[in-house]
């Protein structure tokens, strides 16, 4: 038996929630063509007939600019320290750029070993795969580099045994159902939040946040689930472009999130939403720890298999 936890890092938009959520099977992480999606770690946990695997899918590695931006930086570097192997997500089809040397640079400092999940492959001529796969050998980075689709699946499989085989021997650190540690509101904030970003432009995604106000979970298996939700913005200019000509935009996002909710809890929802205006919330710690970045003791139970 082998187990351990594998850190997932790379440029944002690389699709490592996608692929997170390939690995575990389930859906646990939002997934956007928005950069920088994911602001949280987000832990998955995967039982093999002779293994398990702790993923942690972690912010796109950028240059912080904002106290947010700073603290999901935070949050990539501790998986880094904490990891027993780090997979580097690469986008195959992206040309290279100054970020993606910054990302080498941090994924040279982890002390475990690294895996190069070369990403997207089903988006572009096999031909051209070859060279790319030989120039990240020659640098020297990875142990190992795998090919795959988080999309589709291709050659997934291949990627969790490299994986299995690199991890410590050992019995599994979780029960066999156990998923995620993270508790049941988070999950509705990001479902909420995830409609958001599908429906506003601009710069509307990263200047807005969701916070639960309120959750109250059924009283019986089937019943009605409550959910009272804020969407804060950062300047009332914002606000309307939130709630839409009559209503509109927020109806829309309200619609969408509950059939998510629905489906993600196996239970009816009642979403109530409201739009608020909270200037400059990028920066405010107490915000920050609210949404559940680092510097937070969060609380809740974590979520099991259903």
Not at 61 to 71: C, E, F, S
Not at 72 to 81: E, N
Request: charged share 25%; aromatic share 4%.
């Amino acid at each position: 038996m082998r187990s351990g936890f594998v850190g997932l890092v790379g440029r944002p938009n690389a699709g490592k929630s996608t692929l997170l959520n390939r690995l575990v099977g389930t859906k646990l992480a939002i997934v956007s063509d928005k950069p920088q999606t994911t602001r949280n770690r987000i832990v998955g946990v995967r039982s093999y007939p002779d293994g398990q695997i702790a993923f942690l899918d972690t912010p796109g590695i950028h240059k912080p600019l904002r106290r947010l931006n700073t603290r999901m930086m935070d949050v990539a570097r501790g998986a880094l320290r904490e990891v027993d192997v780090v997979v580097l997500v690469i986008d195959a089809t992206a040309g290279e750029g100054a970020g993606d040397r910054y990302v080498r640079e941090l994924v040279a400092t982890a002390r475990a070993p690294v895996v190069i999940a070369l990403n997207k492959v089903d988006l572009m001529d096999k031909p051209a795969l070859l060279p790319r796969i030989a120039g990240l050998a020659d640098r020297g980075l990875a142990a190992e580099i795998v090919p795959v689709s988080a999309t589709t699946g291709e050659n997934v499989d291949r990627l969790e045994a490299v994986l299995l085989a690199r991890l410590p021997e050992g019995e599994p650190l979780f029960p066999e159902d156990y998923l995620t540690d993270q508790p049941e509101r988070f999950f509705a904030a990001e479902l909420v939040r995830e409609q958001v970003l599908h429906h506003t432009h601009a710069e509307l995604p990263f200047s807005t946040a969701v916070v639960v106000d309120a959750f109250e979970e059924p009283e019986a298996p089937g019943g009605l689930m409550r959910l009272h939700c804020s969407i804060l913005v950062e300047r009332a200019s914002q606000k309307p472009i939130v709630l839409g000509k009559g209503g509109a935009m927020i109806k829309a996002i309200g619609t969408g999130a509950r059939h998510a909710l629905e489906a993600f809890f196996d239970t009816r929802v009642y979403l109530d939403l409201h739009v608020k205006v909270q200037e400059d919330w990028r920066d405010d710690p107490r915000t920050l720890t609210e949404i559940g970045l680092p510097g937070d003791e969060r609380g809740g139970r974590g979520r099991r298999r259903r």
